[in-house]
């Protein structure tokens, strides 16, 4: 699976080695902001935007265009299925962050992936939501992640891999420990 | 802003406030369970589908089709820009959220909500994602949320509102707090 680029698994090992050597020389490399822009559209219905963000010391201009991500809740929960809804698009954003980080990771080790796919589940009880309880939490009060992967690496090493990925993942990292987040009213 | 079925911000006030009666009567409708499956589609781009789930009591039967999110990275960061990254869908899932919670809320509370957007900002540092730091987070060292509200209630009543949807935010609560994530092989 490897070409003259050195790609493993559609990642391109040279430049993240390279990538991996730059920001030992230079820690300023390594610091990035995101960014996304959400409006309303009525009801439980929002639309992100997603482009612009700033990383290796410079504003990035690789995209075009933004990102577009709609978000809304179900009928049940009051809205018009123009999306999934918030805590599902977490589902996403978790997962997405596994995929990366056991790709990636598996390319920098010589691990050739031949699929990859994750069945993410997530329980909640609506009672603090809606106001009624002090005691349940708003958030999932479990997520259960199941993924399957094929691999010609022995499923001891792909498991070693996995506990990496978990040390390493930022999406992952965020639901297992606190983020300080600031909410202001412009 | 009212009409005859009681729709306040696109909300259907009559049936939020029967959700919460039911819920009263019967806690075991407040149970959800929400899914995703998420498949690699080469270097680090993803498509998660988007469907199913379980709540009040049943299998969710209102959607026709999945929705889909794709996720990817920019080239810097060895991608394709197919989608937005995974700690970028985070952003747009908070935001989702925070919109729920503040449009909701104000229809519940008798606040006519004219527009409301969201101006989301991580900052990460990419050391401990490339194994260079055991002492830096994977995740967002912090994130900022600034946000703009149009309505003709008072300021320190949408201040108010913004206080009481931070206590019960489900992805506020899952960044601010700890959610037990289990992950397991298959």
Same mark, same amino acid.
């Given at each position: 699976?490897?070409?003259?680029?050195?790609?493993?698994?559609?990642?391109?090992v040279?430049?993240l080695?390279?990538?991996?050597?730059?920001?030992?020389e230079?820690?300023?490399?390594?610091?990035?902001?995101?960014?996304?822009?959400?409006e309303?559209?009525?009801?439980?219905? !929002?639309? =992100?935007?997603?482009?612009?963000f700033?990383? $290796?010391?410079?504003?990035?201009?690789?995209? +075009?265009r933004? %990102?577009?991500?709609?978000?809304?809740?179900?009928?049940?929960?009051l809205?018009?299925?123009?999306g999934a809804?918030?805590v599902?698009?977490?589902?996403h954003a978790?997962?997405? !962050?596994? =995929?990366?980080?056991f790709?990636?990771?598996? $390319?920098?080790?010589?691990?050739?992936?031949e +699929?990859?796919? %994750?069945?993410?589940k997530?329980?909640?009880?609506?009672h603090a939501?809606?106001?009624?309880?002090?005691s349940?939490?708003?958030?999932?009060?479990?997520i259960i992640?199941?993924?399957k992967?094929k691999?010609d690496?022995?499923?001891?090493q792909?498991k070693?891999?996995c506990?990496y990925?978990?040390?390493t993942?930022p999406?992952?990292d965020?639901?297992?420990?606190?983020?300080?987040v600031e909410i202001e009213?412009?």
């Amino acid at each position: 699976m490897e070409n003259v680029i050195h790609k493993r698994n559609g990642v391109n090992v040279d430049q993240l080695m390279q990538t991996i050597d730059l920001v030992k020389e230079d820690p300023e490399i390594a610091k990035f902001q995101f960014r996304a822009e959400t409006e309303w559209l009525g009801g439980g219905h !929002c639309k =992100t935007k997603i482009k612009d963000f700033y990383g $290796a010391k410079t504003e990035d201009s690789s995209r +075009s265009r933004a %990102f577009e991500i709609e978000g809304d809740e179900p009928p049940v929960l009051l809205g018009e299925n123009n999306g999934a809804n918030a805590v599902e698009a977490l589902l996403h954003a978790l997962a997405s !962050c596994l =995929t990366v980080g056991f790709i990636y990771n598996a $390319a920098a080790k010589g691990i050739n992936v031949e +699929s990859l796919n %994750f069945q993410m589940k997530g329980d909640l009880d609506l009672h603090a939501f809606l106001g009624l309880s002090e005691s349940k939490r708003p958030g999932y009060e479990k997520i259960i992640v199941k993924y399957k992967v094929k691999s010609d690496a022995p499923k001891e090493q792909l498991k070693e891999l996995c506990d990496y990925v978990q040390k390493t993942s930022p999406v992952l990292d965020m639901l297992r420990n606190p983020v300080p987040v600031e909410i202001e009213m412009i």
